[in-house]
């Protein structure tokens, strides 16, 4: 079936340095994305999202990249810090049908 | 923003009992909302939409008897595990928004120990 999947299971980068975590969708209908944080013991935190008509959008220190021809998702974390480390999962949906396909997951840590 | 609020955060349960696990739209309502289950180092598992004031959609393999939802109002949905043994030991996390597209929230999850 349709599926969302990342590349890197574990990420360890370098305080301060940038940090880019990729995810593959296999589902071409879907329309919107989503990164969500987690940390351990605690519920996913909404982290920034992307629609399809767009390929680029920039929070605080968080970028997301969306590349449609080859269904590819991406999240960059600028000067990563201590406060980064913690699972995090691209999520994707198709309008209308409220339901969100979770990658795997990646665990990016922070090395001091 | 949305906060979704989900009690209690932790519960030890014996086996054969029934666990009420509790989710609250804070500042919104939600018509539809969402249970998931998270195994240790994996990813989330959607269970079932919960829709208010209508009986749950379970995902296939999920067994309604066993997770009984309710969602009897706007801001409140619930999930009992019945008859609990140790495999159903795992992290359930809810979540809740306005729209599919506007991002749901989650609640902090609920760590169920059966022993």
């Known amino acids: 079936g349709e599926s969302v999947g990342l590349h890197l299971p574990t990420l360890s980068v370098q305080e301060g340095d940038n940090s880019i975590i990729n995810c593959a969708y296999s589902?071409?209908?879907?329309?919107?994305f989503i990164w969500y944080k987690q940390e351990s013991g605690k519920g996913p935190q909404f982290i920034i999202d992307i629609r399809s008509n767009m390929d680029k959008r920039q929070g605080q220190r968080v970028t997301v990249l969306l590349n449609k021809t080859v269904k590819h998702l991406s999240l960059q974390i600028a000067a990563t810090q201590p406060g980064d480390s913690a699972v995090y999962f691209c999520a994707e949906t198709t309008s209308g049908t409220y339901k969100y396909i979770f990658g795997t997951g990646t665990r990016l840590k922070v090395l001091a | 923003g949305a906060v979704v609020s989900q009690h209690p955060s932790r519960v030890i349960c014996k086996s054969g009992t029934s666990v009420k696990i509790e989710c609250r739209s804070l500042?919104?309502?939600?018509?539809?909302m969402f249970w998931y289950r998270q195994f240790p180092k994996k990813s989330l598992m959607l269970m079932a939409t919960s829709n208010e004031g209508s009986k749950a959609t379970y995902e296939q393999g999920v067994e309604k008897d066993k997770f009984l939802i309710n969602h009897a109002s706007l801001t409140l949905s619930t999930l009992t595990v019945t008859s609990a043994h140790p495999e159903d030991s795992s992290f359930y996390i809810c979540s809740a928004g306005q729209g599919a597209n506007y991002g749901y929230t989650f609640g902090s999850g609920t760590r169920l120990t059966v022993v």
């Open positions: 500042d919104f309502q939600a018509t539809t």
């Open positions: 589902n071409s209908a879907s329309d919107y």
